[in-house]
């Protein structure tokens, strides 16, 4: 079992970065593909990001592509979201996600944190 707790989140001005932060507990942190997802108020949760579990693989939502970036340190077992170049449209509660598999589907991740806010002003 994976335990996943957010970190990082906050209010930004439009342009501006943050960098989120998933601490995982359990043993097996390792061996499961990670993920980000988020979801605005009103609307559906949606994949942002994924990594596989050595961190050779990565995805993003073509929302995101070339301003979010994913990576993972297995040893400290956190998986990180850099966002850079903020945009209002990137308002939304942010969740971390482990699962099995390295794809962009909310369904097929198992494990969930509780979510860090991010708010981007115009």
């Known amino acids: 079992q994976v335990q996943l707790v957010e970190s990082g989140g906050g209010l930004v001005q439009a342009g501006g970065s943050l960098r989120l932060s998933c601490a995982a507990s359990?043993?097996?942190?390792?061996?499961?593909?990670m993920g980000w997802f988020r979801q605005a108020p009103g609307k559906e949760r949606e994949f942002v990001s994924a990594?596989?579990?050595?961190?050779?693989?990565?995805y993003y939502a073509d929302s995101v592509k070339g301003r979010f970036t994913i990576s993972r340190d297995n040893t400290k077992k956190v998986v990180y979201q850099q966002m850079n170049s903020l945009k209002p449209e990137d308002t939304a509660v942010y969740y971390c996600?482990?699962?099995?598999?390295?794809?962009?589907?909310?369904?097929?991740?198992?494990?969930w944190g509780q979510g860090t806010q991010v708010t981007v002003s115009s």
């Open positions: 996600a482990a699962g099995r598999f390295t794809i962009a589907t909310v369904a097929a991740y198992t494990y």
């Open positions: 359990g043993r097996t942190f390792s061996s499961y593909a």
């Open positions: 990594i596989n579990w050595s961190g050779e693989s990565t």
